[in-house]
T-cell receptor, first 113, second 116 residues
Framework: DTAVSQTPKYLVTQMGNDKSIKCEQNLGHDTMYWYKQDSKKFLKIMFSYNNKELIINETVPNRFSPKSPDKAHLNLHINSLELGDSAVYFC????????????FGPGTRLTVT | AQSVAQPEDQVNVAEGNPLTVKCTYSVSGNPYLFWYVQYPNRGLQFLLKYITGDNLVKGSYGFEAEFNKSQTSFHLKKPSALVSDSALYFCAVRGNPGGSARQLTFGSGTQLTVLP
């Protein structure tokens, strides 16, 4: 059983388009995250939701909008895609209590042409 | 602000030899430290964490890490490397868990290559 899943795995699109990436976790966690990994493998947090409430919102362009319809899902919508948005986007989840590790999804490789 | 440094982009070691992947950190208050591994085209997998207690932490796949408060380090170690250990390793730190931010700050990653 997949713990944290993301769709799609690959996404190729043109500049200016709008796209969404979906994430689902079946671990019963109530905190979810979006990370961006650039071409140099540097990993940076973008957003975090706890019980559907936004708790971390790093310096990310307004073109990126997370949406959490319920505790098990955290989607990422990107408007007006730019070349610099090309990266691998990872979803993760963790229990909100304690100092628990995060569980990562397999990633979505976004290529903007 | 919290930060993590992984001073080596690449570490090469022969199979069967011990390996060390270095990590130093900076954080206000008590540090909570994690190691993750990333295999090609995969997500990150948790290896081990230090919260409190014994400075030597044991984790998955025979890995361990030593917390050194005076040197602000949390180096990852394994007594005998396997070719299958070849992957990208990330150290991460977070600060006080009571705050609203449950933010992990990751290092830049160290590519470990174990040579047969």
């Amino acid at each position: 059983d997949t713990a944290v899943s993301q769709t799609p795995k690959y996404l190729v699109t043109q500049m200016g388009n709008d796209k969404s990436i979906k994430c689902e976790q079946n671990l019963g966690h109530d905190t979810m995250y979006w990370y961006k990994q650039d071409s140099k493998k540097f990993l940076k947090i973008m957003f975090s939701y706890n019980n559907k409430e936004l708790i971390i919102n790093e310096t990310v362009p307004n073109r990126f909008s997370p949406k959490s319809p319920d505790k098990a899902h955290l989607n990422l919508h990107i408007n007006s895609l730019e070349l610099g948005d090309s990266a691998v986007y990872f979803c993760a989840s963790s229990p909100s209590t304690g100092l628990n590790e995060q569980y990562f999804g397999p990633g979505t490789r976004l290529t903007v042409t | 602000a919290q930060s993590v440094a992984q001073p080596e982009d690449q570490v090469n070691v022969a199979e069967g030899n011990p390996l060390t992947v270095k990590c130093t950190y900076s954080v206000s208050g008590n540090p909570y430290l994690f190691w993750y591994v990333q295999y090609p085209n995969r997500g990150l997998q948790f290896l081990l964490k230090y919260i409190t207690g014994d400075n030597l932490v044991k984790g998955s796949y025979g890995f361990e890490a030593e917390f050194n408060k005076s040197q602000t380090s949390f180096h990852l170690k394994k007594p005998s490397a396997l070719v299958s250990d070849s992957a990208l390793y990330f150290c991460a730190v977070r600060g006080n868990p009571g705050g609203s931010a449950r933010q992990l700050t990751f290092g830049s990653g160290t590519q470990l290559t174990v040579l047969p």
